[in-house]
């Protein structure tokens, strides 16, 4: 059978069609899983009082910052602690093609989670019983989150109470651990991400560690990597925690201590976009 011109070339644009197709799904499922943990500090910009901040701020600037910074990192998972109204974070997460949940707070310092792949389910503190009203007056929630590859992910995103004294930061860690159990049985990827205003030498943080979680950055970070503040940072108090099998294929973990994210202590009338630097962990994909 002879094929004329039409059906030959049908038939090659199909093949070509079919095989780019196929590239772009093994090129999804193989793609490294960037995440970052990031409190913006309503995004009022750092220090608020910076003349330049405040004409960003009025002149609904903030969002478009912070999307163009980030999207230099190219993120599939964002964590926002302190987050500004609900529809500037909407805005973020629409100049960076992502979806978005908002996570309440006891207080007045929500939660915000972004996503390129889509979110399957959320819930808001989801502790046993319910929230003591004072637990939690920043944030915490958990979300599902379909990775390429249909690999389920658990993404715990969490504030956790500030002051010196740990005894409430304790509390909710123990509440969070508790209702963690159920996710660390299924033996599932699990994410824990934000600030969580403790140091790496408290109690607070070995909780975390003998309950089954892996600090990335303790895993495959260099130097202190400190999170905090913007201009000198002093402080390692932003984390992104890793279970189940992604904790695994974590290959990154750094603070980005970079381009707006940080304060240029040489130009008086600079601002960073917060007080806070991110902080990134980059994985491995899933295994095909």
């Not at 193989?30 to 990031?38: D, E, G, N």
């Not at 969002?63 to 599939?76: F, G, I, K, Q, V």
């Not at 889509?118 to 915490?140: V, Y």
């Not at 695994?248 to 980005?256: D, G, Q, T, W």
Request: net charge negative.
């Amino acid at each position: 059978m002879t094929l004329s011109r039409r059906c030959f070339c049908g038939a090659v644009g199909a093949g070509i069609a079919s095989a780019n197709l196929s590239l772009i799904a093994n090129d999804q499922t193989s793609k490294p899983i960037r995440v970052v943990a990031y409190n913006i500090y309503k995004l009022t910009g750092w220090p608020s009082q910076s003349p330049l901040a405040q004409q960003a701020v009025a002149r609904g600037q903030m969002a478009n910052r912070l999307a163009m910074e980030l999207a230099l990192y190219d993120p599939d998972i964002i964590n926002f602690s302190e987050s500004p109204p609900e529809n500037v974070t909407k805005e973020v997460a629409k100049l960076l093609g992502m979806n978005h949940v908002r996570f309440p707070s006891g207080g007045h310092w929500p939660g915000t989670l972004l996503s390129k792949s889509k979110i399957l389910e959320s819930q808001n503190a989801p502790m046993n019983g319910d929230r003591p009203k004072e637990l939690f007056t920043r944030h915490w929630g958990r979300a599902i989150v379909e990775l390429p590859g249909d690999e389920p992910l658990v993404v715990h995103s969490a504030h956790l109470f500030p002051t010196p004294d740990p005894a409430v930061r304790l509390r909710e860690i123990r509440a969070m651990i508790e209702s963690m159990k159920s996710d660390f049985d299924s033996g599932r990827s699990m994410l824990l991400i934000g600030d969580l205003n403790h140091s790496p030498d408290t109690d607070e943080y070995k909780l975390w560690i003998d309950a089954g979680w892996t600090d990335t950055f303790a895993e495959v970070g260099a130097d202190n990597g400190f999170t905090f503040k913007a201009d000198h940072p002093e402080w390692r108090i932003d984390y992104i925690f890793a279970a189940g099998p992604i904790a695994k294929r974590v290959r990154e973990s750094r603070p980005l201590f970079d381009g707006a994210f940080r304060l240029n202590n040489d130009d008086k009338k600079s601002f960073a976009l917060s007080d806070h630097l991110p902080q990134l962990a980059v994985f491995d994909s899933v295994s095909r």
